[in-house]
């Protein structure tokens, strides 16, 4: 992890071109080194050989889903990386299911620069302020509680 502001590094999978190179200008202009991939495979790859500061993960990729690369990411033996989900969907359960396959925070398209702005700093502050430990892998089983609807990734 780059502790060093002047080389933050930040990894862009998403496969619509317009909001990868809008994720990109944005993060370059606050400080950021930025990778843009625009399939699953070449960012799983990117962010296992180099791991950056940050990854901003869509959901709805044609190759493999963000949940996917996601789970393969935190299942990996690599370093802790922080993971924003960046999605259209807006369910309370496809937040739920993202967050518990392992993201730290979710934006939801369309999204405000600023609020992404917020997002990413938040996430770095906080990954820098308390020691980075991998999450537990999560599974594709969701757990029902009571009669439920189910909510969350358990083992």
Request: hydrophobic residues 45%; proline residues 8%.
């Amino acid at each position: 992890m780059h502790r060093d502001l002047s080389t933050r590094r930040a990894l862009v999978i998403e496969d619509d071109a317009d909001i990868r190179a809008l994720l990109a200008e944005k993060l370059s202009r606050i400080g950021f080194h930025v990778e843009t991939v625009n399939d699953g495979p070449a960012g799983l790859a990117a962010a296992l050989a180099n791991p950056p500061d940050v990854v901003l993960l869509d959901w709805m990729l044609s190759t493999m889903s963000g949940p996917e690369i996601l789970e393969r990411l935190r299942s990996n033996e690599v370093e802790y990386v922080p993971v924003i989900m960046v999605s259209a969907r807006v369910r309370p359960i496809d937040i739920d299911t993202a967050l518990a396959c392992g993201a730290d925070d979710y934006l939801i398209k369309p999204f405000s620069l600023l609020e992404l702005e917020s997002r990413v700093g938040g996430l770095l502050s906080r990954s820098q302020q308390v020691p980075l430990q991998p999450r537990p892998r999560a599974s594709r089983r969701p757990a029902v509680v009571a009669g439920t609807r189910p909510a969350v990734c358990v083992d």
